[in-house]
C-alpha cells in the first residue's frame, strides 16, 4: 500500500468529480483494504426488491419487507451480509464497532450468535493492488470515519448528504449540492 494506512471500516464519499454512474453520490464502507486491494459495499443503494423474494433463507435475519441494497458493481448475484453482533468472534470480519460481516457459509443462524440490525447487499465494489490510492490520489474520494449508525441508516438515499456535512468545513457546504447541480 506504499505507506498508506488501511482504510477499513472508513466511508468514500464519492466526491463530486466521480461521474461514474456505479458510483457517483455513493457513500462506501471499506471491509477490507491491504496490499492486494479493496472492497467494500455502498449502504445507500437500496434496491426495489425485499430480501424475502431474493433471498428467503435471510428474511428472517432482516424481516419480510427489508430491502436488498446494491453493494457494488462487482458480482451483483453475490450476496453479503452486515449485521451488528453479540459476540464479534462469530463475524467472518468486523468492521466498525459490533458491526462485520456475516460469515460466507452458514449451517444453522443459530451459530451467529446474537445478531442486532443486518443488511443484505447484492454485489460489492472493489479496487485491485494500488487502484483505490490512486483513485484517491485523484481526489475521486472524501475519506470518512464511519460510525455504526451510517450502516442501518434509516434514509440512505441521504446518506452521502449526511456523511458531508458531519465532516463539516467546505463539506458541509458540498452536502447542500443538488444530484443534478444544472437544476439549480
Same mark, same amino acid.
Given at each position: 500500500?506504499? @505507506?498508506?494506512?488501511?482504510?477499513?471500516?472508513?466511508?468514500?464519499?464519492?466526491?463530486?468529480?466521480?461521474?461514474?454512474?456505479?458510483?457517483?453520490?455513493? !457513500?462506501?464502507?471499506?471491509?477490507?483494504? @491491504? /496490499?492486494?486491494?479493496?472492497?467494500?459495499v455502498?449502504?445507500?443503494?437500496?434496491?426495489?426488491?425485499?430480501?424475502?423474494?431474493?433471498?428467503p433463507?435471510?428474511?428472517?435475519?432482516?424481516?419480510?419487507?427489508a430491502?436488498?441494497?446494491?453493494?457494488?458493481? !462487482?458480482?451483483?448475484?453475490?450476496?453479503?451480509?452486515?449485521?451488528?453482533? /453479540?459476540?464479534?468472534?462469530?463475524?467472518?470480519?468486523?468492521?466498525?464497532?459490533?458491526?462485520?460481516?456475516?460469515?460466507g457459509?452458514?449451517?444453522?443462524?443459530? /451459530?451467529l450468535?446474537?445478531?442486532?440490525?443486518?443488511?443484505?447487499?447484492?454485489?460489492?465494489? @472493489?479496487?485491485?493492488?494500488?487502484?483505490?490510492?490512486?483513485?484517491?490520489?485523484?481526489?475521486?474520494?472524501?475519506?470518512?470515519?464511519?460510525?455504526?449508525?451510517?450502516?442501518? /441508516?434509516?434514509?440512505?438515499?441521504?446518506?452521502?448528504?449526511?456523511?458531508?456535512?458531519r465532516?463539516?468545513?467546505?463539506?458541509?457546504?458540498?452536502?447542500?449540492?443538488?444530484?443534478?447541480?444544472?437544476?439549480?
Amino acid at each position: 500500500m506504499c @505507506g498508506m494506512e488501511s482504510l477499513t471500516g472508513q466511508l468514500l464519499v464519492a466526491s463530486p468529480s466521480l461521474v461514474d454512474p456505479n458510483f457517483r453520490r455513493t !457513500v462506501v464502507l471499506v471491509g477490507e483494504h @491491504g /496490499d492486494e486491494g479493496a472492497m467494500g459495499v455502498i449502504l445507500n443503494r437500496p434496491s426495489p426488491i425485499t430480501v424475502n423474494d431474493a433471498v428467503p433463507p435471510l428474511a428472517e435475519l432482516v424481516g419480510p419487507v427489508a430491502l436488498v441494497h446494491i453493494g457494488g458493481p !462487482v458480482q451483483q448475484q453475490a450476496i453479503v451480509v452486515l449485521a451488528e453482533f /453479540d459476540d464479534s468472534s462469530r463475524a467472518e470480519v468486523m468492521v466498525v464497532g459490533a458491526i462485520g460481516f456475516l460469515p460466507g457459509e452458514i449451517e444453522d443462524a443459530g /451459530d451467529l450468535g446474537g445478531l442486532g440490525r443486518v443488511r443484505v447487499f447484492a454485489g460489492y465494489a @472493489g479496487w485491485g493492488p494500488g487502484q483505490l490510492e490512486q483513485e484517491l490520489e485523484d481526489d475521486a474520494w472524501i475519506v470518512v470515519p464511519a460510525e455504526p449508525e451510517d450502516v442501518f /441508516d434509516e434514509n440512505p438515499e441521504g446518506l452521502w448528504s449526511t456523511v458531508l456535512r458531519r465532516r463539516g468545513g467546505p463539506y458541509a457546504v458540498l452536502a447542500q449540492m443538488p444530484p443534478d447541480p444544472r437544476v439549480n
